[in-house]
């Protein structure tokens, strides 16, 4: 079974730095591009960052040049290293399978707050 599980979320103060983990299994995770979301309360969900399996990133625009996606396929793992965090930051981060068939952790709460 296809499962991914998001893990370092918490609270910091602006300008901290967090890095999540997404631990996927029950596929071969190597040839598949993977990529954080998240979602705010009361917004649609949106694209934070994608890698694919050569590891080509993607950012958006809001976080460009303050996170960094990565991925280790010996530990079937993809991070999301993000610093300088600002409070519009804050929202459930989730991870995904990306293309057809997609498939989305169960998500980890990012709180950014003075």
């Known amino acids: 079974q296809v499962q991914l599980v998001e893990s370092g979320g918490g609270s910091v103060q602006p300008g901290g730095s967090l890095r999540l983990s997404c631990a996927a299994s029950g596929f071969i995770f190597s040839i598949y591009a993977m990529g954080w979301y998240r979602q705010a309360p009361g917004k649609q969900r949106e694209l934070v960052a994608t890698i694919t399996d050569n590891s080509s990133t993607f950012y958006a625009d809001s976080v460009k040049g303050r996170f960094t996606i990565s991925r280790d396929n010996a530990k079937n793992t993809v991070y999301l290293q993000m610093n300088s965090l600002k409070p519009e930051d804050t929202a459930v981060y989730y991870c995904?399978?990306?293309?057809?068939?997609?498939?989305w952790g169960q998500g980890t709460q990012v709180t950014v707050s003075s």
């Open positions: 995904k399978r990306e293309f057809v068939p997609a498939y």
